[in-house]
């Protein structure tokens, strides 16, 4: 079955395969290993999310800011995932809190722009 971390590197090489079913299916087996691991949840975040499965990616992208409240791709993940659900103004809390930790990000300011 591997290791948590193996697992994990087979998603992350399937995710930029952009083979999001397979990423999941590895994270998902990673996830199990270490529950607790922000790096496993983001990633098997995104892959829900590429995959379309946002109920999932909400789900993950916020058991990552559980782990870490630092994490500025978890908002800006949880921010995508609620603009997805139609609740506008929390996606806007959230992505506005990505790019307050990351100004310089270019993706984060393109993506807040398209609603204020």
């Known amino acids: 079955m591997g290791s948590a971390y193996d697992l994990f590197e087979k998603g992350k090489g399937s995710l930029e395969r952009q083979n999001f079913l397979k990423a999941i299916m590895a994270l998902e087996r990673a996830k199990e290993k ?6 496993i949840r983001e990633a098997l975040a995104i892959a829900y999310y590429n995959h379309g499965f946002y109920l999932s990616a909400h ?3 916020k058991k990552a800011l559980d782990i ?10 949880l921010g995508l995932c609620l603009v997805k659900r139609g609740e506008l103004k929390r996606a806007l809390g959230h992505l506005k809190m990505a790019l307050a930790m990351k100004p310089d990000s270019k993706i984060y300011r393109e993506e807040l722009n398209k609603f204020i």
């Open 34 to 39: 270490e529950p607790e691991k922000g790096s």
């Open 59 to 61: 789900k993950n992208f």
């Open 68 to 77: 870490d409240i630092t994490n500025d791709y978890a908002h800006y993940g």
